[in-house]
């Protein structure tokens, strides 16, 4: 027992340590210079304490093509937002997901949700659907409020959960 959680804890560090070295392509970092001059990627952390998870970066298939789409958390002065970058035949088109504060954007977890995980939502949960696509999802350190964002008819829908 004690073996597997081991090698458990080194597959977790590793997986850890390469979601936090995605970087972001030229095109990417090229387009948020340019419309947030001085930004800064905010780092994601493990259930919002001190060790990071991930740099403000994470990568998916968010619509389908098999081409890595990107999600960014970032701060530009007292401003917080959220990104949805998709791949396009020639660089990323841009989906801003949060426009809100700093605050918030530094108080907020960023990550995937993987194609084939059932939501389920609704005041009851009554209603649900399976992900076709992966989809970016945030959500407020020590709590369970968040949203998933997916990627239906050329543009993200918002789910929200606690």
């Not at 390469?18 to 090229?30: D, E, F, G, S």
């Not at 035949?89 to 108080?107: C, E, R, S």
Request: glycine content about 10%; charged content about 20%.
């Amino acid at each position: 027992m004690k073996t597997k959680l081991v090698v458990l804890g080194v597959f977790l560090t590793a997986f850890a340590q390469a979601n936090y070295a995605v970087t972001l392509p030229a095109q990417i970092r090229t387009y948020l210079n340019g419309n947030y001059r001085g930004w800064k990627l905010s780092p994601t952390t493990v259930n919002c304490a001190a060790s990071p998870t991930n740099n403000g970066i994470v990568t998916g298939n968010f619509d389908g093509d098999r081409k890595p789409d990107y999600a960014v958390k970032l701060t530009r002065g007292g401003k917080g937002y959220i990104i949805a970058f998709l791949a396009q035949n020639i660089g990323y088109k841009p989906f801003i997901l949060h426009d809100t504060d700093a605050q918030d954007v530094n108080n907020a977890s960023l990550g995937i949700l993987k194609k084939g995980v059932v939501h389920e939502y609704g005041e009851n949960f009554e209603y649900s659907f399976r992900l076709e696509y992966d989809a970016p999802q945030d959500y407020r350190c020590e709590s369970d409020i968040g949203e998933i964002h997916y990627f239906r008819d050329g543009k993200f829908v918002s789910y929200s959960f606690d």
